[in-house]
């Protein structure tokens, strides 16, 4: 396992990398504390559940659409959504626009 400062982050990526690909799980500190964990992306982790939950997390934060979310979950977008009521995310975004729009035509 090995540790990295913010600051190696900078001058160490390829390293970090690297030791991702080989499977080798890395911390990263700041002032001496933990901040996150490097985990190589392999089957393992696909298989934990790891990748719905940062499907969620990056449709929580409007990084991918819906689709791509599921897509990314490996799972079908109905099941998706069911995941997001679950965690209480709505699958449902309107701007007020839309939504005015969207009231407006069905009233």
């Given at each position: 396992m090995g540790t990295f400062t913010v600051r190696d982050l900078r001058e160490r990526?390829?390293?970090l990398i690297r030791d991702a690909e080989t499977g080798e799980l890395s911390i990263v500190t700041k002032h001496g504390r933990p901040v996150f964990i490097a985990i190589p992306f392999d089957e393992k982790v696909v298989e934990s559940g790891v990748s719905m939950a940062l499907a969620v997390k990056?449709?929580?934060e409007e990084v991918l659409s819906l689709g791509k979310a599921a897509k990314f979950a490996g799972c079908p977008v109905?099941?998706?959504t069911e995941r997001?009521?679950?965690a209480g995310i709505s699958s449902v975004r309107?701007?007020?626009e839309e939504l005015e729009a969207e009231l407006t035509?069905?009233?």
């Open positions: 990526t390829g390293e990056l449709y929580e109905m099941e998706f997001l009521s679950k309107y701007s007020a035509a069905i009233g």
